[in-house]
């Protein structure tokens, strides 16, 4: 190995990084834009190139002399013991290091979309959960947490977070997502960002841009969506997310956006990526999307012009193997088809990250930097726990919940004793786990039945199936008896998650509909039809209309795949332990074939007297109920006309008028009456989670700059108009609370990407009144 100023870490990033690639030859310039897709070895040995879908042979021993850009999911593709994981990993960049001529370690990068992906790590609550929570704080948390457990193992680049915006919830991919409307999917992807850069590992946006809003919800299908939806929806989180996370890599998505792959899109990855927003880390290919601009896309006839179409247009590493970033791209530099600066442009990028995550200084070492190789200790569960419980929502009760003491529950239903219930698709137990059926699941799973009993111990808990996931209309006698013999009926519904069809949620898992898979519909009513009330729980993957359980269950508690410990969160509602604060982060239909819609409407898509369909929800976007009753009280606005540069400032009193303590989420809309441009009916810009005391109450201001109210015009710059605007205090999306009505006088402001993004939110509590 030489030793030069490029291991050298008094020096500058920039004259480290111009030295080396001075040094390089075109292959060796190459070799570090791409990966190679592995397998930890579970005695402790090297790692092995992972066969799959898409395999031409690698020979590591053909390849490693010219170095390696990064060694793709040695945790996730197969089981392994942590340690021998560790040690795996740790033997291989000894390798990598050994075998080529600059001695440069590989990037070992993982998923960790609801945890670190990897046998026996914390499975956390999937995004659409975390949305729930309303709380970007508990996020950042988690984050944090995940990327330490990544780092003690030597892995340096999650893929994570997903920034999609839910458009059509039949995709299957929605679980993976934070939810339907851009500010809460930016500020709580906003938060795990920070969460998972602050433990030092690489956090990569997803995917960018497009993916979530494919035609009839289908996976990797076409987008057809105007630059203004584009803008004003899909971008925001990604903006917020660079600027304010600090997140140093960006996946590109599968999509073309009106004919034009994302992957092969100078104008999305460089022009407004880097040149407007300024971004200065690496753009990776989502897994094989290179070649998709040859096999899928057909925009190239080959895969030399494949790799020069991508690397042109700003994407600097070739995942998650070697397809066309290799041979195929040096043929096509040394031809003079593709400018060897090209190269150079995404090696200064790939280099510059290697030197900030330490890899080349001389003193580097792949050896783990933790000897405790638990990856799902007590605290991480704790967690996971909290996290849960807080998003867990409750959409509907007559007063049956929280349950009192009842003698004896039925428990029936797909997802009442099925640990799989409570996991998303990349969880490693659904996503790699399901293959080696030899192996354990590697974490602890209750069930929905196990959690009840143990939470009401003093009741007979009993069980019946009822009907499977997606199986068709079955003899539901036995748990229909069940319940007419019980006190009250816990039915658990929802989805089993998979990938490409194995599941009803999960990538590759789209629905035809948001009917509830299977006979479980005709199990609810049957249940319904029999007297004894009727608790509908949810685990799953996405909303679904729930038809006559609506306006007929006793109570509907709704989780989306909460983790490890959701089984437990959500027995601890019913139970009253935790009173309920979740809300809702999409809208759950009234109807299943209203598809695609969400609160983020304009008039012309909501009901009208033209059309015979009335796509309203039957539970809209920020519901949530919970145990204890709460009054807003107090509202003011300080001005009611303003500048187009100016701060709307107002404030309301939440008042805590129940027994127990509890959370509300107060949320602030934006309604433009008039504008340049169709706008939807209203939009988030603010939210604030309030737990008070009974008795207490807390002072909620919102300053929320006018840049708030910027929208993409006609000729396709973001402005501030005049004329009136109504800044809306709610507790839901449909339930406005009070209602600011402003306007706005001066000329129209033209704004950019240094605008801002956000109200500032501050809470002042005031203490409970003391008793006579």
């Not at 036995?478 to 599941?503: E, H, K, N, W």
């Not at 006559?548 to 089984?567: D, H, K, L, N, Y």
């Not at 205090?729 to 406005?736: G, K, N, Q, V």
């Amino acid at each position: 190995m030489i030793a030069s100023l490029w291991n050298d870490d008094s020096a500058s990033t920039a004259d480290r990084v111009d030295a080396l690639v001075a040094a390089m030859t075109l292959e060796e310039k190459i070799a570090q834009l791409y990966g190679v897709w592995v397998g930890a070895s579970t005695d402790g040995g090297e790692v092995a190139p992972h066969q799959h879908d898409m395999d031409d042979a690698v020979d590591l021993d053909e390849l490693l002399p010219l170095g390696l850009g990064q060694l793709t999911r040695p945790f996730g593709s197969a089981p392994v013991e942590p340690a021998m994981g560790a040690a795996s990993l740790q033997r291989t960049q000894e390798r990598i290091v050994a075998g080529s001529r600059f001695g440069i370690p590989a990037i070992a990068h993982e998923e960790c979309l609801a945890g670190f992906a990897a046998w026996g790590a914390t499975a956390y609550p999937v995004p659409l959960a975390w949305g729930a929570t309303f709380n970007p704080a508990l996020v950042t948390t988690m984050a944090a947490r995940i990327g330490a457990d990544m780092r003690s193992v030597g892995v340096h680049q999650g893929l994570a977070p997903v920034l999609d915006v839910v458009r059509d919830a039949r995709w299957g991919r929605v679980e993976e997502t934070i939810g339907e409307d851009p500010y809460l999917v930016a500020t709580i992807g906003t938060a795990y960002v920070r969460g998972l850069e602050s433990s030092g590992i690489v956090a990569t946006l997803k995917h960018f841009v497009g993916y979530s809003a494919s035609k009839a919800g289908r996976n990797l299908a076409p987008v057809s969506m105007g630059r203004r939806e584009v803008n004003d929806v899909l971008l925001p989180p990604f903006e917020m997310a660079i600027r304010e996370g600090g997140a140093r890599s960006v996946m590109h998505s599968y999509s073309d956006v009106d004919g034009v792959p994302s992957a092969s899109d100078a104008a999305l990855l460089t022009d407004l990526l880097r040149d407007t927003w300024g971004f200065t880390g690496t753009v990776v290919a989502d897994y094989f999307g290179v070649a998709f601009l040859h096999l899928l896309h057909g925009v190239a006839a080959d895969w030399g012009e494949a790799a020069a179409l991508a690397l042109g247009a700003g994407v600097d590493v070739e995942l998650p193997t070697v397809k066309t970033f290799g041979e195929p791209l040096a043929a096509a530099v040394t031809a003079g088809v593709v400018d060897e600066a090209l190269v150079d442009r995404a090696l200064r990028r790939v280099l510059e990250q290697k030197v900030g995550l330490g890899l080349l200084d001389a003193d580097y070492s792949p050896a783990p930097t933790s000897t405790d190789f638990d990856l799902d200790p007590a605290e991480n569960r704790a967690l996971a726990l909290e996290i849960a419980e807080q998003s867990v929502v409750l959409l509907a009760n007559d007063g049956t919940l929280p349950l009192d003491r009842p003698a004896r529950i039925a428990v029936v239903g797909p997802n009442a004793d099925d640990p799989f219930a409570v996991l998303g698709c990349y969880s490693f137990p659904s996503h790699v786990g399901t293959q080696h059926p030899d192996w354990e699941i590697g974490i602890e799973l209750p069930t929905l039945l196990q959690a009840v009993r143990a939470e009401f111990a003093g009741s007979v808990v009993d069980h019946a199936l009822g009907t499977t996931v997606d199986g068709g209309e079955t003899d539901f006698a036995d748990a229909l008896a069940l319940a007419a013999a019980s006190d009250v009926v816990i039915v658990a519904l929802g989805d089993r998650a998979g990938l490409f069809g194995r599941g009803t949620s999960g990538e590759g898992c789209d629905a035809e509909s948001l009917r509830l898979p299977g006979a479980q519909q005709q199990l609810v009513d049957a249940l319904l039809d029999g007297g004894t009330p009727v608790i509908v729980t949810l685990l799953a993957g996405r909303p679904y209309a729930l038809g006559r359980a609506v306006t007929e269950a006793a109570a509907i508690v709704q989780s989306f795949f909460p983790g490890e410990e959701g089984a437990t969160a959500i027995a601890r509602v019913l139970s009253g332990a935790v009173s309920p604060s979740g809300r809702l982060p999409v809208s759950v239909p009234a109807l299943a074939g209203t598809q695609p819609t969400t609160y983020l409407a304009s008039p012309l898509a909501r009901v009208s007297d033209v059309s015979n369909i009335d796509p309203t929800a039957a539970f809209p976007f920020g519901h949530g109920l919970g145990y204890t009753s709460f009054e807003w009280e107090s509202f003011a606005v300080e001005r009611d006309e303003l500048t187009t540069d100016d701060t709307i400032d107002t404030a309301i009193t939440v008042r805590n008028t129940g027994e127990r303590a509890g959370v509300e989420v107060v949320q602030l809309y934006l309604h433009d009456p008039v504008a340049s441009v169709v706008r939807p009916v209203q939009r988030l810009v603010g939210y604030a989670r309030v737990a008070l005391e009974p008795g207490e109450s807390a002072r909620v201001r919102f300053a929320a700059p006018t840049d708030v109210a910027q929208f993409t015009g006609r000729d396709g710059e973001r402005i501030v108009e005049p004329g009136a605007l109504e800044l809306r205090f709610a507790r839901s999306s449909a339930d406005t609370v009070f209602t600011a009505a402003v306007t706005l006088t001066g000329p129209v402001r033209i704004v950019d990407h240094t605008r801002a993004l956000h109200a500032a939110v501050s809470i002042d509590r005031e203490p409970a009144p003391v008793p006579l």
